[in-house]
């Protein structure tokens, strides 16, 4: 394993095994934003950083068959598989880490909450873009949620950076097209609120 996915499965591992998974700061009982930008897609789905979350609970229950959760932690991917019991078997677990990992297909849709804003150097965004570009199929699309610009500097201990819509679609812009964004307000557990950007952005065509 690469040294910087070593330390980061490290981390995660840790804060996983250490709090409740409705304690940490990015819980949510309901993904609502998330499952409202993936109904208008359609055909496979990957969930980058998907931690713990119940999206994965709720996509299944709204029909979706082809879904991947991408997440540097085991343990929160343990937390997820135990969870769905028995549907964990229509799941597709993967434990790496997203800048190094090299599946052998495409996706229609590549969600990622919280993943991208934690790449604060520059070297890591270009990675990362790159990958999507590779990934994501084309016509296919990047549902994307970060830090929004009056956002949080840091998150359970890790610096992020923070965007608006045009920033993202700016860093993107070379192989996606913008189609919708939108702020929203999350509240932790504790009561807190954090500013989220999201955007939807397609793929182009390669050579477009």
């Known amino acids: 394993m690469h040294p ?28 609502e934003v ?3 930008l993936l109904s208008t897609t359609a055909g496979s789905v990957v969930d980058i950083g998907a931690g713990a979350s119940t999206l994965a609970d709720r996509l299944l229950g709204a029909g979706r068959t082809d879904l991947t959760l991408l997440d540097v932690s085991s343990a929160a991917l343990e937390v ?19 800048l190094t990992w090299e599946p052998a297909s495409t996706f229609d849709c590549w969600h990622d909450r919280a993943v ?9 965004r270009a990675a990362y873009v790159s990958h999507t570009a590779r990934l994501v199929a084309p016509g296919g699309t990047l549902v994307l949620g970060t830090f929004a610009a ?11 950076d923070r965007y608006d819509a045009a920033e993202l679609a700016s860093v993107f812009a070379n192989h996606f097209i913008l189609l919708h964004s939108e702020n929203e307000v999350h509240r932790t557990p ?4 954090q500013h989220f950007t999201w955007v939807v952005l397609t793929r182009l065509a390669p050579g477009y």
């Open 150 to 160: 009056d956002g949080p500097t840091s998150c359970s201990g890790l610096p992020t």
């Open 80 to 98: 997820t598989r135990a969870r769905l019991g028995p549907a964990a078997k229509d799941v597709t677990f993967v434990t790496a880490d997203v």
């Open 34 to 36: 998330s499952l409202r």
């Open 116 to 124: 991208f804003h934690f790449l604060v150097d520059a070297d890591d």
């Open 4 to 31: 910087r996915t070593d330390e980061a499965a490290r981390h995660w591992d840790d804060v996983y095994r250490v709090k409740a998974t409705d304690q940490v700061s990015w819980f949510q009982r309901d993904p």
């Open 190 to 193: 504790s009561g807190a609120q």
